[in-house]
C-alpha cells in the first residue's frame, strides 16, 4: 500500500453526487457544530450556561440524525451510486456513507428515545453509587443497560454473536471470536511477565514523578514538545485545559487537544502526547474527505493505536528522553535536579500493579481491558449476574493482578462506560496498544525510520503513518489498514515481545522470553 | 410601566404552542451554535480553520434560514394564535415570530444569494480599496450595494420613503422623519458647543492616557470592575481578546465581552464596560424568553443606550473615579503616579475633533453619525452620486469637525457598514446615545438610584433599568420601551444639556448655555 493518493478534492460532475455531497456537507457541519459547543463546554464555558448549552446541543443531534436519516439522503444515495463508481473518491464517499445510513436507521427513533432516557438515568445512578460505592443501588440500571444491548443487538442484526453488533460500532468489522483467541494469547504470554516484575520487586525512587513541577510549565512543555517531536503547531491546533483529557476537531485544520494538571506531572505530559497521537492522525486525513463521513478515523481502535504510540512507544523511549532531556532540565529543573535521562526514562517507566484502569502501565493495562470484556460479555450472554458482578470483578482483580479492590468504587464502579450503554467498547483500547507496535515495527522496516526512531527524529515516521494509516481516514477497514500497513492480520505477537523486551531489559529479568 | 412580570417560563398546554415553541426553540438554538462558532472563530481558532470554518457557518446560516421559513412555521403561527392570545407570553412569542417570519419570507432567496455574493465582493474590495486609500476602485462595488438597498426596501416595502425598509431592520419602528429632525435639533444645539470648546483650547496633559500599562494588568482591571461595578461575573459571563471588541451571547446565563489592549489603554478599559452595558442587557432579559425569538435587545439603538450609559455615563463620571480610582492605583501605579481622581477624571473627558468615528469623544462623535445618516440617505435617493461621495464626505467634516482627511483611508472608507451592505444602520449608534441620557435621567428621578449613581453605587440603577428596558427582550418596541420608561418619546434634550453640562463645567465655558 504504498499509493500516494491525491489530496486534491474530488470534482465532481454528477448532479446527484453534488446534492449527495451537499447534504453530507450539511450533517458534518452540524456535527462540527455540536463539536464546538462540547469542546468549548469542556474548556472555557460559565457554569450557569449549562443547563440552556444542554437543550442546544441536544438540539444540535437530533437536526443531525433527523437530516441524515431522512428519506432523501436513502434516495440520494441509490441515484448516487452508479455514477459514483466511477470515481474512487465518491465510490467511497458513497460506500461509507450508505454504511452509515443503514446503521442509522436500523434504530427505530422511540427505541433510541427510550436507550437515550435510560443512558442519563443509568448515568446519574452511576455517579451516585460511585460517590457512595455503593453498587446495589447502580445493578437495576445496569440491567437495563444489559437488555437495552441485547435488543440493540438484535435491531441491528449480527451473524453469529450478538456482542458484534455492538463491538461493530467501535471496531468495523472486528469479531467477538477474533477478540476472544486475541486477548486469550496476550494473556497467557503477558501473565508470566507481570508476575515476574511483581515478584522481582522495584528498589527505583518514583519520588521524582511529583517533584515540584509548576503548571503553566507542564502544559507549556508537553505542547512544545507536541509540536517540536510530533508536528502538532497552533496554526491548526490548540491546547486547553478540561477535566477529563480529550482530543475533538472541527476539520483537519482545526484540531483540539486538552489536558489537566496535576501533582504527579507525568499525567500532563503523557496525557498530552496520547492526544497528540489522536490529533495527528485526524490532521492525516487526506483533504478529500473532508465535510464527508469518510473523514475522521477508521476505528476506535485505530485511533487509540496512534496515541499510544506516541505516548508510550515514542514519548517512553529513551531515545526521546536522550534528545529531550536538557529542555526538561531547562524547563523544570527541581524535577531534574540529579537526574539523567536514562534515569527519568526508568522512572516513567514504572511496572505496578493497581485497582484503577486509566492509571496502569503498559504491562498491566490490557489485564483492565481482559477483565472488563470477559465480565461484560458474561452479562450480554446471561451468563453472569448483575448482582454477582462485583464478586466476580473482584476475582478477576485478584487472578490478573493480585489485587482486591478496597470498595466497588475502585473497582466495577470506577469506569463511566456501562452506564453510558457502551457495551463492545472496552477492547478497542487492547486492539489500539497491540496496533501500535504492530505498525511502528513494520514502520521500523525502512532503515530510515527505524534510524530517526532512534534518534527521536520522527518525521519520517509521521509520514509513513500518513500514507499508510491517516490518509484514507473511514474509507478502508481497520483490516484492511492493518493487513495493508503491516502485511499480516492483528496479532498480539509484536506487542508481547515488546514488553519482554523493553521490561525485561528495565527491571533486568535477563532470561525472560516471550 | 411598573410591573415586574414573572420569570418563570410560560407552562404552555396548548400542542400547537408547544409544537410551535419547539421549532423555534430548535432555530434559535442553531442560531446559538452559529454564535458560538463565530465567537470561537474571533477570539481563540487556529488560523489555518478559517476556510473550512466559514463553509461550516454558511450552512448553519443556511439551515436556520431554511427551518425557520419553511411554510410550516406560517402554519404553527397561524394555527396556534387563537389560542396564544389567552396567554401573555404566547401572544407575545407568537407576534414577535410573526413579524420575523414575515420579514424573513420577504426577500426571494435569490434575490438573498445575490445580496450576500456581492456583500463579500464589496467587502473584499474595500479591504483593498481602504488599504491602497483608492475609493475609485471601491466606488462600483458600493454603487451595487445602493441599488441591492433599494431593491431590498422594495421587496421588505414601506409607507414613505424607501430608507425607512431598511432602518426598521435595525430600529424597529423608526422613521426617517423622526431621525432627521431628532438630528437636526441635535446638530443645531451641539455645533456651536464643539466650536467652543475647540475655539478655547486645551492645556492638558494627556500623556497620562498612554502611561505603561501591562497588558494583563489592564484586561484583569477591566473585568474586575465590570464584576464590582457592573454585576457581570464569571459564573455567567467571560472575557476573551479579539482584534475588534465585541458582545455575544448563547443564552442570559451564557455572556462572552471581548477586549483588544493597545498603549492607549482607555481603549481597553472603557471597550469592555462599553460590552459590560450590552453583555448587561442581555442579562436582564427575562428567562420566560429564553429559546424563542423574543429573546435579545429591542433594537440596536437600545442596545447602545445600554453599552453607552455604562461606558460614558457612569464609567466617565467623576463618582466612578472617585470610589475606583485607589484601584486603578493597585493596578496601575505607573499610570496614577502624581495623579489624583479629578485629574484621571478630566483626561478621560478629552475632547477634540477627529477623523476616526470609533475614537471619537461623546461631544463630536454624534457629528461621525449624522454626516454618514445624510450622505446615505443622499445616496439611496440618488441625490448624491457615488463618485462625488469622497468630496461630499470631506466637505461635510470640515463643516461639522473643521478637519479635512487626508487621504480617503481616514475619510470615506474607513467603516465596514456599506461594504457589508449596512444600510441604515449608523443612525443607531446616535439613537443609542441620546436614549442613554433619556434613560439615566428617569431612572435618577428615584432619590435611591440618584444617590447610587452619585456614589458609584449602580445596583439600584441596575435593578430598575431591568425591570424597565432589559426585561421586555423584544416583546415591546424600542418606542413602548421609551415611553415606558421615561415617560415621553426620544428625544435630543437630556442628551444636549447632558453635553452641556459636562464640558461645560470640564472646559470652564462657564456662559454655555444649551
Redesign the interface.
Known amino acids: 500500500m504504498t499509493t500516494t493518493e491525491s489530496n486534491a478534492p474530488s470534482d465532481t460532475t454528477n448532479p446527484t453526487m453534488t446534492e449527495l455531497r451537499r447534504r453530507l ?2 450533517v458534518s ?2 456535527g ?3 463539536a ?2 462540547s469542546w ?1 463546554q469542556e474548556t ?6 449549562a ?3 444542554g ?2 446541543l441536544a ?2 443531534a ?2 443531525t440524525h433527523e437530516l441524515f436519516t431522512d428519506a432523501k439522503t436513502g434516495e440520494l444515495l441509490d441515484a448516487a451510486e452508479p455514477e459514483a463508481a466511477q470515481d474512487t473518491t465518491d465510490a467511497a464517499i458513497v460506500r461509507v456513507a450508505r454504511r452509515d445510513f443503514e446503521k442509522a436507521t436500523k434504530l427505530p427513533t422511540e427505541f433510541v428515545e427510550e436507550q437515550t432516557r435510560a443512558q442519563n438515568e443509568a448515568h446519574h445512578a452511576w455517579l451516585a453509587a460511585r460517590k457512595g460505592s455503593d453498587f446495589a443501588t447502580f445493578a437495576p440500571y445496569l440491567e437495563k443497560m444489559m437488555d437495552l444491548a441485547r435488543r440493540e443487538a438484535d435491531l441491528r442484526g449480527y451473524d453469529e454473536h450478538p456482542y458484534d453488533a455492538l463491538l461493530d460500532q467501535y471496531e468495523p468489522g472486528m469479531r467477538v471470536g477474533t477478540v476472544k483467541t486475541i486477548f486469550a494469547d496476550l494473556r497467557d504470554r503477558t501473565l508470566p511477565l507481570v508476575q515476574r516484575i511483581t515478584a522481582a520487586g522495584d528498589a527505583a525512587d518514583y519520588s521524582v514523578l511529583t517533584r515540584p513541577f509548576p503548571a503553566e510549565a507542564q502544559k507549556a512543555f508537553a505542547w512544545k514538545l507536541a509540536g517540536e517531536a510530533f508536528g502538532l503547531h ?5 491546547q486547553d485545559e478540561s477535566a477529563h483529557p480529550f482530543m475533538t476537531n ?2 483537519r ?3 483540539r487537544i486538552t489536558t489537566r494538571v496535576e501533582p504527579y506531572w507525568p499525567a500532563c505530559l503523557f496525557g498530552t502526547w496520547h492526544e497528540t497521537g489522536h490529533a495527528m492522525y485526524e490532521r492525516g486525513v487526506s483533504e478529500r474527505w ?2 464527508t463521513p469518510v473523514s475522521g478515523g477508521a476505528s476506535l481502535g485505530v485511533h487509540e493505536s496512534q496515541s499510544r504510540l506516541f505516548e508510550n512507544l515514542l514519548a517512553r523511549s529513551l531515545p526521546f528522553w536522550n534528545r529531550y532531556f536538557s529542555q526538561l532540565q531547562t524547563a523544570a529543573p527541581e524535577v531534574t535536579a540529579g537526574l539523567d535521562a536514562p534515569a527519568l526514562y526508568r522512572a516513567v517507566n514504572r511496572v505496578s500493579p493497581s485497582l484503577i484502569r486509566v492509571e496502569a502501565d503498559e504491562v498491566t493495562y490490557n489485564f483492565h481491558i481482559m477483565l472488563r470484556f470477559e465480565l461484560e460479555l458474561a452479562l450480554l450472554e446471561g451468563k453472569l449476574k448483575v448482582s454477582e458482578l462485583p464478586e466476580a470483578w473482584n476475582a478477576k482483580m485478584q487472578e490478573y493482578l493480585g489485587l482486591t479492590p478496597p470498595d466497588d468504587a475502585q473497582g466495577v464502579l470506577q469506569d463511566v462506560h456501562w452506564s453510558a450503554g457502551l457495551i463492545g467498547y472496552f477492547p478497542t483500547y487492547t486492539l489500539g496498544n497491540l496496533l501500535s507496535v504492530q505498525l511502528l515495527e513494520a514502520a521500523q522496516q525502512d532503515s530510515a525510520i527505524d534510524e530517526g526512531v532512534q534518534n527521536a527524529d520522527y518525521a519520517p515516521l509521521l509520514a509513513w503513518l500518513t500514507e499508510n494509516v491517516h490518509q484514507y481516514g473511514r474509507s478502508l477497514t481497520p483490516t484492511q489498514i492493518t493487513e495493508g500497513a503491516t502485511g499480516r492480520p492483528l496479532s498480539a505477537d509484536p506487542y508481547v515481545a515488546y514488553l519482554h523486551r523493553k521490561y525485561g531489559e528495565i527491571y533486568g529479568l535477563e532470561d525472560v522470553k516471550d
Not at 472555557?44 to 450556561?49: G, I, K, N
Open positions: 456537507g450539511q457541519d452540524l462540527a457544530a455540536e464546538v459547543m468549548e472555557s464555558m460559565p457554569d450557569e450556561a443547563r440552556v448549552r437543550l442546544q438540539t444540535l437530533g437536526l497552533g496554526t491548526f491546533a490548540r472541527f476539520s485544520s482545526d484540531l473532508e465535510r
